[in-house]
């Protein structure tokens, strides 16, 4: 067996490729950037090259920054963005069309239509709503708008795909056509229950069932690389969508376990166990990542917008250089001087979901400064992490009281110390923020028996970072009562 596990890492930005030891430690990484494509106001779709080139580059530049050959990696295992679509021709692997990606919203008016007759029957077999999210509207866009599409797919010349099995179905040279639990579980066409493809909601949606790929727990030996693409043959041993990912990463095994990734947006999952929450506050049922055919049952919420109001801080209004700048012009003042900001710049996710939402900053004084303004776009995003985990723990049953974080801005001590005073819980980052990637080489390096068990992982974990609350009760109250009538604003 390989001394090392591969993890390849495709996200909605950039690619990355990670090499981890058997001490589960980052020997090296590499990560490329790529074009975001917006034909229209809403759409954003990826070229399929851009996904493939991209990820094929950071695997070649990782081998060799690690002095590594094909041959010295045990498996591969795979993270990717979620909901984000393909469809390609089953003979030659070409593409139709771009991959049109999970923030695109050019269904958003048919998603409304299904609300008024579907949406109970939606989330009753999928843990979904209707929305332009997930997957199944978008398959249904490209085989109504792309010449021939549809009569082609009827014929079965045509798959779908989420990135995970595009890049699996490319890299064995169309030996391996599959994903796993997570990602299915996200295309709004795959019954959470009976865990198979739901013969109702692809009628609904008129996808031929030919298209869809075969369905198998995270960790599973999913296949190899075909010989010719790295020189021997690699097996691919995990497959797993980024969120459910950051929750293996993070050893969240457990019912009651928690994390949040802090990334452009923000996802909280709260892994159940055997229980499928049925939410009554504005979030999801999904799956979990498992090696297992019972996979766990998880509630998420998404935030629209989290470190992506840091960007808009430097990039929009130009008041910070640098994302690394937003901590210490946080910490100028000794509050937020009245002033908030709902960044809902594409309105407002969970437990809201409401599209017509816009971005407001209330609360502005002739005292109010720059870094009272940077200080309340942080203070946003942990506003927007406390609305989700109280739903949670209204939906659950479970009281909260640890909150495992991860991502790029969870590196900002501030946002998370204020995190832990707005929440009243303990807030804990692990030595490495890496923690997709390491759930995508912790599911493959089990199924193919290069770590033994969960235990030997977890007896290789660093250190954390932990963030206790202080924050009076009263003064808890107070800056909660401005955040929702701030939110009110935003929404009228």
Same mark, same amino acid.
């Given at each position: 067996?390989?001394?090392?596990?591969?993890?390849?890492?495709?996200?909605?930005?950039?690619?990355?490729?990670?090499?981890?030891?058997?001490?589960?430690?980052?020997?090296?990484?590499?990560?490329?950037?790529?074009?975001?494509?917006?034909?229209?106001?809403?759409?954003?779709?990826?070229?399929?090259?851009?996904?493939?080139?991209?990820?094929?580059?950071?695997?070649?530049?990782?081998?060799?920054?690690?002095?590594?050959?094909?041959?010295?990696?045990?498996?591969?295992?795979?993270?990717?963005?979620?909901?984000?679509?393909?469809?390609?021709?089953?003979?030659?692997?070409?593409?139709?069309?771009?991959?049109?990606?999970?923030?695109?919203?050019?269904?958003?008016?048919?998603?409304?239509?299904?609300?008024?007759?579907?949406?109970?029957?939606?989330?009753?077999?999928?843990?979904?709503?209707?929305?332009?999210?997930?997957?199944?509207?978008?398959?249904?866009?490209?085989?109504?708008?792309?010449?021939?599409?549809?009569?082609?797919?009827?014929?079965?010349?045509?798959?779908?795909?989420?990135?995970?099995?595009?890049?699996?179905?490319?890299?064995?040279?169309?030996?391996?056509?599959?994903?796993?639990?997570?990602?299915?579980?996200?295309?709004?066409?795959?019954?959470?229950?009976?865990?198979?493809?739901?013969?109702?909601?692809?009628?609904?949606?008129?996808?031929?069932?030919s298209m869809l790929p075969e369905v198998k727990p995270s960790?599973?030996?999913?296949?190899?690389?075909?010989?010719?693409?790295?020189?021997?043959?690699?097996?691919?041993?995990?497959?797993?969508?980024?969120?459910?990912?950051?929750?293996?990463?993070?050893?969240?095994?457990?019912?009651?376990?928690?994390?949040?990734?802090?990334?452009?947006?923000?996802?909280?999952?709260?892994?159940?166990?055997?229980?499928?929450?049925?939410?009554?506050?504005?979030?999801?049922?999904?799956?979990?990542?498992?090696?297992?055919?019972?996979?766990?049952?998880?509630?998420? %919420?998404?935030?629209?917008?989290? !470190?992506? $109001?840091?960007?808009?801080?430097? @990039?929009?209004?130009? =008041?910070?250089?640098? /994302?690394?700048?937003?901590?210490?012009?946080?910490?100028?003042?000794?509050?937020?001087?009245?002033?908030?900001?709902?960044?809902?710049?594409?309105?407002?996710?969970?437990?809201?979901?409401?599209?017509?939402?816009?971005?407001?900053?209330?609360?502005?004084?002739?005292?109010?400064?720059?870094?009272?303004?940077?200080?309340?776009?942080?203070?946003?995003?942990?506003?927007?992490?406390?609305?989700?985990?109280?739903?949670?723990?209204?939906?659950?049953?479970?009281?909260?009281?640890?909150?495992?974080?991860?991502?790029?801005?969870?590196?900002?001590?501030?946002?998370?110390?204020?995190?832990?005073?707005?929440?009243?819980?303990?807030?804990?980052?692990?030595?490495?923020?890496?923690?997709?990637?390491? %759930?995508?080489?912790?599911?493959? !390096?089990? $199924?193919?028996?290069?770590?033994? @068990?969960?235990?030997? =992982?977890?007896?290789? /974990?660093?250190?954390?970072?932990?963030?206790?609350?202080?924050?009076?009760?009263?003064?808890?109250?107070?800056?909660?009562?401005?955040?929702?009538?701030?939110?009110?604003k935003a929404r009228d």
């Amino acid at each position: 067996m390989g001394k090392y596990i591969l993890s390849i890492d495709q996200g909605t930005t950039s690619s990355r490729a990670i090499v981890f030891d058997k001490s589960a430690r980052i020997v090296c990484m590499a990560q490329q950037e790529f074009k975001q494509i917006y034909p229209e106001a809403g759409w954003v779709e990826h070229s399929p090259q851009d996904i493939m080139g991209s990820t094929m580059a950071v695997i070649a530049e990782a081998l060799v920054r690690a002095d590594i050959s094909a041959e010295d990696i045990a498996a591969a295992g795979i993270t990717n963005q979620r909901e984000t679509t393909l469809v390609w021709d089953k003979a030659t692997g070409k593409p139709i069309y771009n991959a049109i990606v999970w923030q695109c919203r050019r269904t958003a008016d048919y998603c409304e239509k299904l609300k008024e007759k579907y949406s109970d029957l939606i989330y009753d077999k999928t843990g979904l709503i209707p929305d332009a999210y997930f997957s199944a509207t978008k398959i249904k866009w490209i085989l109504d708008n792309v010449s021939g599409a549809r009569e082609r797919a009827e014929r079965g010349e045509l798959l779908f795909g989420t990135v995970d099995t595009f890049l699996m179905w490319q890299l064995s040279k169309g030996e391996i056509f599959a994903t796993d639990y997570t990602n299915a579980a996200r295309t709004m066409l795959f019954n959470i229950h009976t865990l198979e493809w739901d013969d109702e909601l692809i009628k609904l949606f008129g996808i031929p069932r030919s298209m869809l790929p075969e369905v198998k727990p995270s960790g599973s030996k999913f296949g190899y690389t075909h010989k010719s693409v790295f020189g021997s043959p690699v097996p691919i041993c995990g497959a797993v969508g980024d969120q459910q990912a950051a929750l293996f990463g993070q050893l969240c095994t457990e019912e009651g376990d928690l994390k949040n990734t802090y990334g452009t947006g923000c996802f909280l999952l709260m892994n159940t166990g055997e229980r499928a929450v049925k939410s009554r506050n504005g979030l999801v049922t999904t799956l979990g990542a498992t090696l297992t055919e019972k996979p766990p049952y998880v509630l998420e %919420g998404s935030v629209f917008v989290g !470190g992506a $109001a840091v960007q808009w801080l430097r @990039d929009g209004l130009g =008041i910070i250089n640098s /994302a690394d700048e937003s901590e210490s012009y946080a910490l100028k003042v000794q509050d937020n001087g009245g002033v908030y900001v709902v960044p809902a710049f594409t309105g407002l996710g969970a437990p809201y979901w409401d599209a017509d939402a816009r971005g407001l900053i209330t609360g502005i004084t002739r005292g109010t400064t720059r870094a009272h303004i940077v200080r309340a776009a942080l203070e946003g995003i942990a506003y927007q992490v406390e609305d989700i985990v109280r739903a949670m723990q209204r939906d659950s049953g479970i009281k909260i009281t640890r909150l495992n974080v991860d991502g790029g801005a969870s590196k900002n001590d501030f946002l998370l110390q204020f995190q832990a005073d707005i929440s009243d819980l303990k807030v804990v980052r692990p030595q490495t923020v890496e923690t997709t990637a390491q %759930g995508a080489a912790y599911l493959a !390096g089990l $199924a193919c028996g290069f770590w033994k @068990d969960e235990g030997e =992982i977890r007896a290789t /974990a660093s250190g954390y970072g932990v963030f206790s609350p202080n924050m009076p009760e009263p003064t808890r109250a107070k800056l909660l009562s401005g955040w929702e009538k701030a939110v009110a604003k935003a929404r009228d």
